[in-house]
């Protein structure tokens, strides 16, 4: 569809003219990105043109100005109209009815208006007491009536902001950053908005309003297409969803990458985080160039009295080889020479971090045009500078965000580029790949004081998920990767085993603490193997808390690091040559005594509950506990169909399991019998929680048969059913042979759901088999959890009875 065409559709001023052509431009799809937001535009324009000429008729000193993005001719499908009618402050009665000529075809269309009616005088006076009234303003774009008067606004409007410029920017940055703080940063958000998070189109139109300033640029280079690549994901997602929405929910994104022509939605939230992260470093850069000036504005005057009305030399203090600061910035120094210098660009970046000072964008644009290629393997200088990088806290992060910038990070290691700007759709993960390695490195470099060598623990955490740039299990291609890799920065053959091992099995020792029997010997030993030797060991402990730290919230807890803390220890004592023995069971704690013989003497069940908080920490103080939920201890008289009766009390109750273990307990000497002990960590989905008599009263009944918990969970979900989202993948259940010499073990994954534990507890009762144990953990959405099954008798199911049971249960879950 032509310009023309569209033109002819809108010779009609009225609203079905233009209804027609505007429908014919998003529809046709001839045009698309920034030539249909101008056509668009344009069309719009022509449209209110002609409803101004003939509302206007004999009417002077009158114009009507676009603002905001229909200023800068910009218009997405759903975009409202930024609009004001300027006058010049005669006929009110006349400018009134105008305006209603003009709002309401507007209206009539259903498409959404921000208008005002003001005299330049009042334009002025609102763009002080408004910033962003005042940053609309700066875009404003004459479309009809008195361009004289539309002029001297465009021309006050411009003189008022850079004449208040040094106070105005201050706060402009402040509201920045509280956006930024409510909204997220769009980089690593798996449901962004796109203009209102950090890094979005609010942010690149900020950009233009620093510029315009006058007291300081943004970086260029990139950041218009940054903007585009974030507009055109926005006229995607309005053609969708047919809705005025910036925000890109997960289940739209697959027809939105479709709309652009993308292969998958990865690939569409990839280009939307490169986009994001170009215009937050640029961002960040501008915002410290603000900082800069006026910071020498202030100082300049006295500095000029002092030295007699002489310029002041800004004063560089040497940092390391090269390498200088200067006005709070990190530059090379006059004498550099960084094509001679192949290892001057991880030199500047570890004296940065080291510093806590950001590298000046000119210095890394620099590195990055002069470099030169490291040779093979790495000179020892370069592989100590990119450890003491790792190593240096908080501060990793900016530095290594300005090596990216500039593509100096996959210069030095090629294989980044993979997981660069990669989402991980996980809902435990808060990071996208590389940000979360970065992360881990920062954790890691918390704990450099509980290893032997900090140099493998650091280079581990920022590989240990390097091969989830690469088909099947990430473990698995990230130890093939970290080989080459470790070999080419200059590890000896032992390190780059360790190095290998650290990737391999970087997510052991967490996994097997909660999902697997720590009693069973087979479970320690088969950790032991893997790990080889005591310095390995130790370097994966560190390396578990550190990635566990950096995923997010709900990866890591006290009860897990108890848990890791527990195998680490069991494993030390097998790689020093003292093996474990048969298990027996665990010693019982008092009111875990207390409980199982007060359930063997009345026969039935008796429960406790108590209130669990994570201790403090440096980032939460004492008086700012962290709940983690009520600890729920259950004594059962040992008999078939506990695991179900409580999972699915606890259900009827709104109870969400969060963690759970379940074992077989022998009494005391002196008193009969066995018991069913049951430690569960549970939290109400709302309200408060019930009472202790009520959960033992309905345990008692579930357990004699009298309460139909399956057709009461039913008819709560008939009731109420679940508000349907994204669909989550199908559970997946697997036997794990060799994980215990003394059961059998099966794993089930799935999506967490009320009544889930009951549905695997009946299914397992139904299989006749006896659990043994159970450890049961939920990880944001997704619940991981691992039974140890026998027969009957209390052997280990045979393996084609054990397929069958899998298979089974799988069948159940996904029905």
């Not at 108890?562 to 009111?591: I, M, N, Q, Y």
């Not at 908080?613 to 009520?630: F, S, Y």
Request: hydrophobic share 45%; aromatic share 4%.
């Amino acid at each position: 569809m032509t310009g023309t065409d569209v033109r002819k559709d809108a010779e009609d001023s009225g609203p079905s003219g233009y209804a027609a052509a505007r429908l014919r431009l998003l529809t046709e799809g001839a045009q698309s990105g920034p030539p249909r937001r101008a056509a668009l535009a344009e069309l719009t324009d022509e449209w209110l043109t002609g409803l101004f000429a003939a509302g206007a008729e004999g009417l002077r000193g009158v114009s009507l100005v676009a603002v905001g993005g229909y200023g800068r001719g910009e218009l997405s499908p759903r975009s409202d109209l930024d609009l004001v009618l300027l006058h010049d402050g005669g006929d009110s009665k006349a400018v009134a009815a105008l305006a209603d000529r003009i709002w309401y075809p507007i209206w009539d269309l259903g498409l959404a208006l921000d208008h005002s009616v003001r005299t330049p005088a009042e334009a002025r006076k609102t763009a002080g007491e408004d910033l962003k009234v005042q940053l609309g303003l700066l875009d404003a774009r004459h479309i009809a009536g008195d361009l004289g008067l539309t002029a001297g606004l465009r021309t006050a409007v411009l003189a008022d902001w850079r004449n208040q410029a040094p106070k105005r920017l201050p706060e402009l940055q402040e509201l920045t950053a509280e956006r930024a703080e409510r909204q997220g940063e769009l980089q690593y958000l798996l449901e962004p908005d796109l203009k209102e998070a950090r890094g979005g189109l609010r942010d690149a139109t900020i950009l233009r309003a620093v510029a315009a300033s006058w007291l300081a640029d943004a970086p260029r280079e990139g950041l218009a297409d940054a903007r585009r690549r974030l507009l055109d994901v926005r006229d995607a997602l309005h053609l969708t969803t047919g809705r005025a929405t910036d925000r890109l929910a997960l289940q739209e994104q697959d027809q939105v990458a479709a709309e652009l022509g993308l292969l998958d939605a990865d690939t569409l939230l990839r280009q939307v985080y490169e986009a994001a992260r170009v215009i937050s470093y640029a961002s960040d850069v501008t915002w410290r160039e603000v900082g800069r000036v006026l910071r020498a504005r202030a100082v300049r005057p006295r500095l000029r009295a002092m030295l007699g009305g002489g310029k002041p030399t800004a004063e560089r203090s040497p940092l390391a080889e090269g390498v200088v600061e200067q006005d709070g910035e990190v530059v090379l120094a006059r004498a550099a020479r960084p094509e001679r210098d192949p290892v001057l660009p991880l030199r500047a970046a570890a004296a940065a971090a080291q510093a806590g000072l950001p590298l000046s964008l000119h210095a890394v644009r620099r590195l990055a045009a002069t470099v030169r290629p490291l040779p093979t393997p790495w000179p020892a200088e370069a592989r100590e500078q990119l450890v003491t990088l790792l190593g240096s806290g908080r501060p990793t992060v900016d530095v290594w965000e300005a090596l990216e910038a500039e593509g100096l990070i996959t210069h030095f290691l090629p294989d980044w580029e993979r997981v660069r700007c990669r989402p991980q759709r996980n809902a435990v993960h808060i990071w996208t790949v590389d940000r979360h390695l970065i992360e881990t490195a920062v954790r890691a470099s918390e704990f450099t004081r509980r290893v032997h060598r900090p140099d493998l623990l650091l280079v581990a955490a920022l590989l240990h998920d390097i091969g989830k740039g690469w088909p099947g299990d990430h473990s698995v291609a990230g130890e093939i990767i970290v080989k080459d890799v470790a070999a080419r920065i200059g590890f000896d053959r032992d390190d780059v085993l360790v190095l290998s091992t650290l990737v391999r099995h970087h997510l052991l020792l967490v996994e097997t603490a909660t999902r697997r029997d720590l009693e069973d010997p087979a479970t320690v030993h088969s950790v032991a193997e893997a790990v080889g030797s005591q310095g390995t060991l130790e370097l994966l402990h560190a390396l578990t808390e550190a990635d566990a730290l950096a995923t997010g919230p709900a990866a890591w807890s006290s009860w897990r690091g108890s848990l890791v803390a527990d195998l680490v220890k069991r494993v030390a004592a097998v790689l020093a040559g003292d093996d474990p023995v048969e298990p027996e069971a665990a010693a019982l704690t008092a009111e875990q005594e207390r409980l199982a013989i007060e359930a063997v003497v009345t026969g039935s069940p008796v429960l406790a509950l108590r209130a669990q908080t994570e201790p403090p920490t440096e980032e939460r103080p004492p008086g700012d506990p962290e709940p983690l939920g009520v600890e729920l201890v259950i004594a059962v008289p040992d008999q078939p169909g506990v695991l179900p009766a409580v999972a699915g009390v606890l259900a009827m109750h709104r109870l969400t399991v969060r963690t759970a273990e379940l074992s077989a307990q022998d009494l005391p000497d002196g008193v009969d019998g066995s018991v069913l002990l049951l430690n569960w960590r549970v939290a109400a989905e709302y309200g408060s929680l019930p009472q202790a008599t009520r959960l033992r009263a309905d345990l008692v009944r579930a357990l004699d048969g009298s309460l139909d918990i399956a057709g009461r969970l039913a008819e709560r979900d008939a009731a109420y059913p679940r508000r349907r989202g994204v669909v989550a993948p199908a559970a997946r259940v697997s036997v794990h042979p060799a994980a215990s010499r003394l059961a059998t073990v099966i794993e089930v994954r799935a999506q967490d759901a009320p009544g889930l534990l009951f549905r695997i507890g009946r299914a397992l009762e139904d299989a006749s088999v006896r659990v043994r144990s159970a450890h049961v953990s939920t990880l944001g959405a997704n619940a991981v959890d691992a039974f140890y099954v026998t027969g009957p008798e209390g052997a280990p199911l045979p393996g084609e009875e054990a397929a069958a049971v899998a298979r089974k249960l799988e069948e159940t879950l996904r029905g």
